[in-house]
């Protein structure tokens, strides 16, 4: 497994630090710079080319939504750093705009996962190789809610096209959908399908169509504002 050159931005001390202690055991991690802000994190960046940021979401100078917002300007200006964004907070508006102008190379985690170094350490991996991820609480936080909003592009599918959106949602192939509802590999494609042209996601769009379907899920399945986390 080679090497993944990382930039830590985080303001609390003792969390960089406590980031800094378990990750310093992988010898396929190398943390070459650390910030504390977003002027110091863009700084970092630009200093030292990483394969990817690994950010807090709320920094100085606003502690509002900094670490999307250097995101964004990565996709600018350095489209080959990949992102992994930490948050305490399942909170689906941020994951949407994190992925707003693309999902490769991004990645939205709880500062829990910290406590998983190896999922962590993981993540960092998938998203250096300009994959995506989620956290898999913030898909089962909405879905516990079991709301959606009026006039929602749900509404568009039938109940089995639904079961079978939750599922990708929740991070299933479509093997295990088919074993999990008893029918046909073809059969799960066939509601695929039907799923991504009723919710408009063209064969085109910058986020890759199963991630895009599943932030549609989050985003009208969900209240407005922030979820409370499975502890």
């Given at each position: 497994?080679?090497?993944?050159?990382?930039v830590?931005?985080?303001?609390?001390?003792?969390?960089?630090?406590?980031?800094?202690?378990?990750?310093?055991?992988?010898?396929?991690?190398?943390?070459?710079?650390t910030?504390t802000?977003?002027?110091?994190?863009?700084?970092?960046?630009?200093e030292?080319?990483?394969?990817?940021?690994?950010?807090?979401?709320?920094?100085?100078?606003?502690f509002?939504?900094?670490?999307?917002?250097?995101?964004?300007?990565?996709?600018?200006?350095?489209?080959?750093?990949?992102?992994?964004?930490?948050?305490?907070?399942?909170?689906?508006?941020?994951?949407?705009?994190?992925?707003?102008?693309?999902?490769?190379?991004?990645?939205?985690?709880l500062?829990?996962?910290?406590a998983?170094v190896?999922?962590?350490?993981?993540?960092?991996?998938?998203?250096?190789a300009?994959?995506?991820?989620?956290?898999?609480?913030?898909?089962?936080?909405?879905?516990?809610?079991g709301?959606?909003?009026?006039?929602?592009?749900?509404?568009?599918?039938?109940?089995?096209?639904?079961e079978?959106?939750?599922m990708v949602?929740?991070?299933?192939?479509n093997?295990?959908?088919?074993a999990e509802?008893?029918?046909?590999?073809?059969a799960?494609?066939?509601?695929?399908?039907?799923?991504?042209?009723?919710?408009?996601?063209?064969?085109?769009?910058?986020?890759?169509?199963?991630?895009?379907?599943?932030?549609?899920?989050?985003?009208?399945?969900?209240?407005?504002?922030?979820?409370t986390?499975?502890r």
């Amino acid at each position: 497994m080679s090497q993944i050159r990382v930039v830590l931005a985080e303001d609390g001390d003792l969390l960089r630090a406590g980031v800094l202690a378990l990750l310093d055991s992988y010898e396929d991690i190398d943390v070459v710079a650390t910030a504390t802000n977003l002027p110091e994190l863009l700084a970092a960046v630009d200093e030292h080319r990483p394969d990817v940021l690994l950010t807090d979401i709320r920094m100085p100078p606003d502690f509002t939504d900094e670490g999307v917002r250097a995101a964004g300007e990565l996709r600018r200006t350095h489209p080959d750093v990949g992102v992994v964004a930490l948050t305490q907070y399942a909170d689906v508006e941020y994951a949407l705009d994190l992925v707003r102008e693309g999902s490769d190379g991004r990645g939205y985690l709880l500062k829990e996962r910290v406590a998983d170094v190896d999922e962590l350490v993981a993540a960092l991996h998938t998203v250096a190789a300009g994959g995506s991820v989620i956290d898999q609480i913030v898909v089962d936080a909405l879905m516990e809610t079991g709301t959606r909003r009026h006039d929602s592009l749900l509404d568009r599918l039938t109940p089995r096209e639904l079961e079978v959106l939750s599922m990708v949602a929740r991070g299933m192939t479509n093997a295990a959908i088919a074993a999990e509802l008893v029918i046909t590999d073809r059969a799960v494609e066939k509601h695929i399908n039907s799923i991504l042209t009723k919710l408009d996601l063209p064969a085109d769009a910058p986020v890759h169509r199963r991630v895009a379907a599943t932030l549609v899920f989050l985003s009208e399945a969900g209240v407005g504002g922030g979820v409370t986390p499975r502890r």
